[in-house]
């Protein structure tokens, strides 16, 4: 990952929320069944296209273009900072917790809203770290990311390793990546294929 620090302010935010709601929201997504791809179709997914030199415009160490475009994020998907818990509120995230919860359901499992809290929690963290990663997402993004957040601290074990920490992780990234297609579907190829390389599938 490209940005020092990784200063998520959602993922902070959330961190908070979720030590009060313990609930773990029902696992897998459907990315596990490879429907990441199909996953919103009126949505564009094609990654942002870079002119020839512009990487050579760019200062790496002036994050002050990546924050301003987080803040937009947040704005545009009306994401609270007041530790409320989060509910869907656009189209794209209507969508993805429809499909999530239709899936979750589908395997039997109720839904809950502290479930739709921690999709949307996930998805939208994974997102905050596309952009300030300046949508540069690989298996190093993702591994980064993973070993970093806080909300996945909090839904993990800390004595896990290994296999069992990889088998834990996996159905978490899941629906990370798959609220990713939805979130911000420019980056959502870039999970979906950082995601196969890591945990496979």
């Known amino acids: 990952m490209n940005a020092p620090g990784r200063p998520l302010a959602l993922t902070l935010m959330l961190a908070a929320v979720l030590a009060a709601t313990t609930a773990c929201i029902p696992l897998?997504?459907?990315i596990d069944r490879g429907d990441a791809a199909e996953a919103s179709s009126s949505v564009t997914t094609e990654a942002p296209s870079t002119a020839p030199g512009d990487e050579a415009t760019v200062d790496p160490d002036d994050y002050s273009d990546v924050f301003a475009e987080r803040d937009e994020f947040f704005r545009?998907?009306?994401?609270?900072?007041d530790g409320t818990p989060l509910v869907a509120v656009t189209p794209a995230q209507k969508?993805?917790?429809?499909?999530?919860?239709a899936y979750v359901e589908q395997q039997g499992l109720s839904w809950t809203a502290s479930d739709e809290n921690l999709a949307l929690a996930l998805a939208g963290d994974a997102c905050e770290t596309a952009i300030l990663s300046r949508h540069r997402v690989?298996?190093?993004?993702?591994?980064a990311h993973v070993t970093t957040s806080p909300l996945f601290a909090q839904l993990i074990p800390a004595d896990l390793e290994g296999d069992a920490r990889t088998t834990a992780e996996a159905p978490?990234?899941?629906?990370?990546?798959?609220?990713?297609?939805?979130?911000c579907p420019e980056d959502g190829d870039q999970w979906v294929a950082a995601y196969r390389e890591v945990y496979g599938g």
């Not at 545009?76 to 900072?81: E, G, I, N, S, W």
């Not at 969508?95 to 919860?101: E, G, H, K, S």
């Not at 690989?138 to 591994?143: F, G, V």
Request: no cysteine; aromatic share 8%; proline share 9%.
């Open 28 to 30: 897998p997504s459907p």
């Open 76 to 81: 545009a998907q009306q994401l609270p900072m």
């Open 95 to 101: 969508d993805f917790i429809a499909q999530q919860r």
């Open 172 to 183: 978490i990234a899941s629906v990370m990546v798959f609220g990713t297609t939805f979130l």
């Open 138 to 143: 690989d298996a190093s993004t993702l591994i």
